[in-house]
């Protein structure tokens, strides 16, 4: 049960874009549309961002978009803002003896 | 509102147990399957655990299979964690949260803390 790969951190401007990538296998991220990613600012609960690799849920900005091509997924986020600033997780299911994997995390810092 | 409001965590010594609330509201509880995660201080999110609406599928990661036992009672809207031979690598924060729709986890709890030290 090895975690999905991201970078450990990327950075960018206000109203910049920025991509976070997510590297798993054909037994996750590869093999199925279900590529989610979370947003989490310090001492808070995750908050789904993106689901089935693309999807945005309801008051969700259309700023964060997400796509994946083979066994990398992607986050973008574009027009970086100031409240961006969190730590993004992607997750995935799995055809393995667990259910979702999650991605080590990034830490997105906006200058 | 969905609203998931996590309990039980606290300090306890390696090799104890602890059982851990998951108390919901907001929504039809029996129909959604549910999920415990957790996060180490300073790291990344681990998925623990899952049951499936009635109880009849859970899975459980390596690192908690014969130690951790997920269940639920719908009747109580509530999720439960029982955790067995308590190591120092299981302090965490505990999330529980609801299964959107497959392997989707929206939302989540507040989370709990759960401390194993001597």
């Known amino acids: 049960q090895s975690a999905l790969t991201q970078p450990a951190s990327v950075s960018g401007s206000p109203g910049q874009s920025i991509t976070i990538s997510c590297t798993g296998t054909s037994s996750d991220v590869g093999g199925y549309h279900y590529v989610s990613w979370y947003q989490q600012h310090p001492g808070k609960a995750p908050k789904l961002m993106i689901y089935d690799v693309s999807d945005r849920p309801s008051g969700v900005s259309n700023r964060f978009s997400g796509s994946k091509s083979g066994n990398t997924a992607s986050l973008t986020i574009s027009g970086l803002q100031a409240e961006d600033e969190a730590d993004y997780y992607c997750?995935?299911?799995?055809?393995?003896?667990?259910?979702?994997?999650f991605g080590g995390g990034t830490k997105l810092t906006v200058l | 509102e969905v609203q998931l409001v996590e309990s039980g965590g606290g300090l306890v010594q390696p090799g104890g147990s602890l059982r851990l609330s998951c108390a919901a509201s907001?929504?039809?509880?029996?129909?959604?399957?549910m999920n415990w995660v957790r996060q180490a201080p300073g790291k990344g999110l681990e998925w623990v655990s899952y049951?499936?609406?009635?109880?009849?599928?859970?899975y459980y990661a390596d690192s908690v299979k014969g130690r951790f036992t997920i269940s639920r009672d719908n009747a109580k809207n509530s999720l439960y964690l029982q955790m067995n031979s308590l190591r120092a690598e299981d302090t965490a924060v505990y999330y529980c949260?609801?299964?959107?729709?497959?392997?989707?986890?929206?939302?989540w709890g507040q989370g709990t803390l759960i401390t194993v030290s001597s």
């Open positions: 997750s995935s299911y799995t055809s393995t003896s667990a259910y979702v994997l």
């Open positions: 049951i499936s609406s009635g109880s009849s599928s859970v």
């Open positions: 907001g929504f039809t509880f029996s129909s959604y399957g």
């Open positions: 949260a609801r299964v959107l729709t497959l392997s989707v986890l929206e939302p």
